[in-house]
């Protein structure tokens, strides 16, 4: 059995591309839409009940597009709403905050794990607890690391800027002795070569959405839900905002251009 119906992706932003991408090179014969909430982002600095009205939104969208699995690639979202989400719709829900969980519990050796991300991932201790309810031993710690998306979005991935900051986010990981960093965020797995000089080249780094995509070819092969299409998958990216630059910090993002691009507006919005 197969299924060709399109996986739904969403982010608040473009960020989450660098899920879409983990999953277009995992499952390339899957057609994704992907959603980016471009006129509302950031969620990470919003309130619980804000991010988990806009998350209920979009995954009404993406139904109404038939959707037969939703990814939230957004960790924020993952962080507030994937339970209510994962209840309500009618289609598999798979976040990225477990699969990044299952990667670092794997990983680590000393049991001294390190999680970053956003101020409300943080806020919200979905990651310490999906990693005690793994290992109640565990010692982890937790930073937000805020001006870290916004380096991201410049660019400015590397020199003393990127460096100052974070140092000022990452050094209490160093004298943890941590030996596993999950990068919490859409937008950290770019910043990984600045992230892995301050930590150190022993430290291992977790790209939750390498980890979603892997999950995700699981669940599609075990329940017979894979594309059979012999052809590479279409990416379908629908925004809620065209902001300046979105096409050259989105192709960065994709790692390739930015083609099939639509405009939409949310019922209601
Ligand atoms: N996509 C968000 C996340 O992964 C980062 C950007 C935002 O704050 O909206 O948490």
Redesign the pocket.
Known sequence: MSNSRPLGIF???I??LTVARAIHHQLPAEDLIYFG?TAR??????SEQTVMRFAHQIADFLLHRDIKVLVV???????IALPSLSTSLSVPVIG?IEPGVAGAVRMTKNGCIGVI??L??IESNAYSQALHRQNPALDVISVAC?FF?PLAEEGLLDGPIAEAIAHRYLDTFVSAGTDTLIL?????PFLTPVIQKVVGKDVILIDSGIETAEVLATLLRENQMASASSHRGRLTVLLTDLPRRFREIGARFLGEPLDDVGLVSLAGE
């Not at 982002?41 to 919003?46: A, E, S």
């Not at 690639?73 to 962080?79: G, H, I, L, R, Y």
């Open positions: 982010d608040s932003g960020g989450g909430d982002l950031p969620y990470g600095t919003k690639a957004c960790n924020t979202v993952s962080a990225v991300g956003t409300a991932t805020p998306v919490g965020c859409t937008h950290y």
